[in-house]
């Protein structure tokens, strides 16, 4: 089970990687994709099945069509200037790897004896479902006003104008 | 004992993706890329949402604030994207460093 975990960690963080470092945008959405679907699986080990859900299906579906569509409705005009400037992008991204790296050493070195302060545990198990709708009926409401804005943001940025 | 050791196993590579983010963020001058380095971001801190709410025994409250966050980053995502569209129509380039009539 931990092999798994840190297997399945490793591929979060190497998907992570692909998506910053590669050339095309596609690519990149894509990297962005199975990123988010090594993290469903990774919180549906944890137990966390309905938040899982919700991430395979919005962050891994919607938010993927959303960046393909942008994509395509934004083409450059000229290819072969698309390919000369990728060729000299990669030279900001080289660091990348290398600061993982370290960063990562860092805090493997710094974990080591490191203690942290958690709050008791609490004795009993609550429902998802009862806290999401009895506890925390106010986070749906603004989460319901937040939908609300987006559509209204959306509305008004593709709004014809009049000439 | 073992809440804590489930999250001493995940918090370096929830800091390390993140920190892919913020690269990408600081890095990039495609404002597609931006959005894509903000989307790892929140998938690092989605990640610590629910493994703190494991180690502290309150899952379930995690999972609803999961719920939102995941709820507010479509949002943020669709509108970025269509501001994206704009600005692509106004400068026919998604250059961050041509889109200088947005300053001001």
Known sequence: MVILTIVLLALMLIAALWTVMTRGLIRAVLGLAATSIVLTILMFMLGASLAAVFELSVCAGLITVIFASTIAMTQPSSRSALMEKMRHRMRRYWYLPAIIVVVGAALAWLSIGASVSLPAPLSAVADVKKVLWDSRQTDLIGQIIVIFTGVFGVIVLFKERKT | ?104
């Open chain 2, 1 to 104: 004992m073992e809440a804590l050791a489930i999250f001493k196993d995940f918090w370096i590579c929830i800091v390390l993706v993140a920190i892919a983010g913020i690269y990408c963020l600081v890095m990039t001058r495609n404002f597609i890329r931006v959005l894509i380095g903000l989307e790892l971001m929140t998938k690092a801190v989605t990640l610590l949402i629910i493994v703190a709410g494991l180690a502290s025994g309150r899952l379930a409250l995690a999972q609803a604030l999961a719920i939102t966050l995941i709820v507010v980053e479509v949002v943020v995502v669709s509108v970025a994207a269509g501001i994206v569209l704009s600005v692509f129509r106004l400068n026919e380039s998604l250059d961050i460093r041509k889109s200088r009539n947005l300053k001001g």
